[in-house]
């Protein structure tokens, strides 16, 4: 009897510890158990926001956005977007995600749990665009010697993308090296443009979000003409053929004939005129004599012209005679050296075969082929302003006053290796160029 009686207390004690045991589960409230935390993601991706909690019960989880629009209730989505999807990879996650993003969906968005009061945790959603170019930026253009030309390249992306500028020579130049151009910007001015800054100017945008973008502009200057002869004298036996040469450099193309005795030439059994197609603006207007006479003997003129202006370059051919000689001793025949004379005007365009004495220092008095340029002699080279920086070209200088005879054999190499140079290539070529 009495074993009954503690037998029924024993239980009685057992059933009220469970049930002050349920009571305690139950009164546990449900908690976020992920930090806080910023999410970004590149536009056009999948935005993953997190949500995980503990003990839930019966609690209700949602999903707001920034302007407290109701996103999610339970495992149902509230809002018309298909773009947004509730996950649950576990029981305890209410992940809400959201795909295809776009800038516009930037902002917070807060996972909240019905209890009283609400509990929430907010998440920043941070969007980032790479970089797009616009189509207001510049497109292929012509300007004139001496104009001021402004190239656009405007850009959208998010952080705000950086713009760098690039310039290469036209395709048919023979150097195709790209160099750095201006400073960074959506717009670069070229000042008092030249014929020599010309080309495909290259802009690139870049916010650390790939890919970088780029645009190509390809900017042409018109310029007057500008004649370069090979040689200013030239000897020549009677029945000989000879051809003579010039090269006539021009935007837009010029017209370009040869002269002599100030009377145009044409075809005929006597001249064989051919035009050639060199690189850049440049052409090759060749003269040939199949066979010469001493009427041929005398002055031929190159001249070039074209809307902007014109030039003309003059040459003397003239009889050679071989040397007598008055004793029957062996002697070496000597052909004569012929050396350029600069003309002042063009020197620094025209002249192929240099004579030490004639290297004289740059004077920024004189009018050249290029005007308006803010030239300035700078060591060995010839500086003009292009872009706004600084633009070199090589160009023959010397800075020594007095010239001495006594200077060193690698000095007169020096200046044979740099005159073979120039008569490579005629005129300056861009591969020169050096922007700082």
């Not at 018309?80 to 795909?99: A, G, Y």
């Not at 030309?149 to 395709?171: D, E, I, M, Y």
């Not at 060749?286 to 009427?295: A, C, K, M």
Request: contains cysteine.
């Amino acid at each position: 009897m009495e074993f009954s009686i503690i037998l029924r207390l024993t239980a009685l004690n057992a059933l009220c510890f469970l049930g002050i045991l349920s009571k305690d589960i139950m009164a546990l409230e449900p908690s976020f158990d992920v930090p806080i935390v910023n999410i970004t993601v590149v536009a056009g991706k999948t935005a993953v926001l997190p949500c995980s909690i503990d003990s839930l019960g019966d609690f209700k989880v949602v999903w707001t956005d920034q302007f407290s629009t109701l996103l999610t209730l339970g495992e149902k989505r509230i809002i018309d977007d298909e773009r947004m999807v509730l996950d649950r990879p576990h029981t305890k996650d209410w992940n809400l995600l959201l795909h295809d993003v776009k800038y516009d969906d930037r902002g917070r968005y807060t996972c909240q749990i019905n209890t009283m009061p609400i509990k929430t945790k907010t998440i920043e959603l941070i969007v980032l665009v790479p970089p797009t170019i616009l189509d207001t930026s510049s497109n292929d253009l012509t300007a004139k010697e001496g104009d001021t030309v402004t190239l656009t390249c405007n850009v959208s992306g998010v952080p705000k993308p950086t713009v760098q500028w690039f310039r290469k020579p036209h395709a048919d130049s023979r150097d195709q090296h790209k160099e750095r151009v201006g400073i960074n910007g959506e717009t670069l001015i070229i000042h008092n443009i030249t014929r020599y800054c010309d080309g495909i100017y290259e802009c690139v945008a870049f916010n650390d979000v790939p890919p970088a973008v780029n645009r190509v502009i390809s900017v042409m200057v018109e310029f007057p003409p500008e004649v370069w002869l090979v040689n200013q004298k030239l000897g020549q036996y009677v029945g000989k053929e000879t051809i003579l040469e010039c090269k006539v450099t021009a935007f837009p193309q010029a017209v370009s004939i040869w002269k002599f005795q100030n009377q145009d030439l044409f075809n005929s059994f006597k001249h064989r005129i051919d035009v050639y197609q060199d690189r850049g603006h440049m052409l090759t207007l060749s003269l040939r004599l199949p066979n010469v006479t001493r009427e041929d003997f005398g002055q031929y003129s190159c001249y070039a012209s074209n809307s902007f202006g014109m030039d003309e370059e003059t040459m003397i051919l003239y009889e050679y005679f071989p040397p007598t000689t008055l004793t029957p001793a062996v002697t070496a025949t000597a052909i004569p050296r012929h050396t350029t004379t600069i003309n002042k005007r063009n020197r620094l365009f025209k002249s192929t075969i240099y004579n030490e004495n004639e290297l004289i220092p740059y004077n920024r008095t004189l009018n050249g082929h290029n005007p308006g340029n803010d030239s300035y002699s700078d060591g060995q080279q010839l500086e003009i302003r292009c872009s706004g920086a600084i633009v070199r070209i090589c160009a023959p200088y010397s800075g020594r006053q007095g010239y001495s005879t006594g200077q060193t054999n690698s000095h007169h190499v020096g200046l044979l290796i740099f005159s073979s140079i120039l008569s490579s290539i005629y005129l300056f070529d861009i591969s020169c160029f050096m922007m700082l």
